[in-house]
């Protein structure tokens, strides 16, 4: 019985022992549990940080997108402007092109028209030259009429007188 005691007492050192490391372990255990549920506290608070930073940052994302399709759509309208005013800048190019024809014709017209001027002129002068010749010879004929009837009345009260 000693020996089974002693062997016993052996026993329940041992596993005294045993359960003293396994104490240890399971201390050492707990301490990294501890630690890696500190780590895990940590990693999700960063994650809870990174996701709002992933929310701000898709906030941010989706205003640009926005913007990037209000700035498309601007983009779009002023090139459609654009092609409006070089539709204008063309039409108004060949109006251009037309009056500047209608202009080289009007100027040949009025050149035409000058020179019609100045040889209607010149026939103006020579006809006011003819009739004022023949305003001057009507003035000599009137005078001469005239005189005529003074000196043909003299005769027929000469005559009357006779």
Not at 29 to 54: G, H
Not at 75 to 82: A, E
Not at 88 to 110: G, V, W
Request: proline letters at 0%; a negative charge.
């Amino acid at each position: 019985m000693r020996e089974r005691n002693r062997q016993d007492a052996e026993e329940i050192d041992k596993l005294n022992y045993q359960n003293e490391l396994k104490s240890k372990e399971s201390a050492d255990l707990t301490a990294q549990t501890r630690t890696l549920e500190y780590d895990i506290s940590k990693q999700l608070a960063r994650i809870d940080d990174l996701n709002k930073l992933i929310d701000t940052k898709t906030f941010d994302l989706k205003n640009k997108e926005a913007q990037l399709v209000d700035c498309e759509g601007e983009i779009i309208q002023l090139k459609n402007q654009v092609v409006s005013f070089q539709n204008e800048l063309n039409h108004l190019r060949s109006l251009e092109e037309k009056y500047r024809n209608e202009n080289m014709d009007l100027q040949k017209r009025i050149d035409s028209e000058g020179s019609r001027n100045i040889d209607l002129t010149n026939n103006i002068k020579e006809l006011e030259a003819k009739i004022r010749a023949k305003e001057d010879q009507i003035m000599y004929m009137r005078k001469e009429l005239e005189g005529a009837r003074y000196s043909n009345s003299a005769l027929l009260d000469n005559n009357s007188n006779l």
